[in-house]
C-alpha cells in the first residue's frame, strides 16, 4: 500500500508563493511518475504538472506555466510543488499523485487522473485578491 500525505498550502495574497510538499511510503518511490491535480469547488479534479522518476521529464498544464515548478527528491520520497505568483484562479485543494505504471522517461509524463494508481488527501490553497 502506498501513502501519499500533502502539505504546505494555506492563505496567501496574489502574487505571492507556496511550495507544496507530498511525502510517499509504502512502495519504492523512485520507479514511479508523480503528479499535481487540483480540484475548485463545483469543478472537476484537473491536471497541473507532472514528473518523472528521474526528474529528467516534466509537464504543465498551459495556465501555470512559468509560476509552477514541480521537482522531486526520491532520497526523501518527496515531490514538491514551487508555486509563484499565485492568482485567486489558483485556489483549489490540491492533490498528489502516483503512477507506478509509468514506463520511464522515453514517454510523457502522465496527465490524466485515470493513468494514477494513488492519492493523498489534498492540502487547500486560498489565494486572496
Known amino acids: 500500500q502506498v501513502q501519499l500525505v500533502e502539505s504546505g498550502g494555506g492563505l496567501v495574497q496574489a502574487g505571492g508563493s507556496l511550495r507544496l510538499s507530498c511525502a510517499a511510503s509504502?512502495?519504492?518511490?523512485?520507479?514511479?511518475?508523480m503528479g499535481w491535480f487540483r480540484q475548485a469547488p463545483g469543478k472537476e479534479r484537473d491536471f497541473v504538472a507532472a514528473?518523472?522518476?528521474?526528474?529528467?521529464?516534466?509537464d504543465y498544464t498551459d495556465s501555470v506555466k512559468g509560476r509552477f515548478t514541480i521537482s522531486r527528491d526520491n532520497a526523501k520520497n518527496t515531490v514538491y510543488l514551487q508555486m509563484n505568483s499565485l492568482k485567486p484562479e489558483d485556489t483549489a485543494v490540491y492533490y498528489c499523485?502516483?503512477?507506478?505504471?509509468?514506463?520511464?522517461?522515453?514517454?510523457?509524463?502522465?496527465?490524466?487522473?485515470?493513468?494514477?494508481?494513488?492519492w493523498g488527501q489534498g492540502t487547500q490553497v486560498t489565494v486572496s485578491s
Open positions: 514528473i518523472s522518476w528521474s526528474g529528467g521529464r516534466t
Open positions: 509504502g512502495r519504492t518511490f523512485s520507479s514511479n511518475a
Open positions: 499523485a502516483a503512477d507506478f505504471d509509468y514506463r520511464g522517461a522515453a514517454y510523457p509524463v502522465p496527465s490524466r487522473r485515470s493513468q494514477y494508481d494513488y
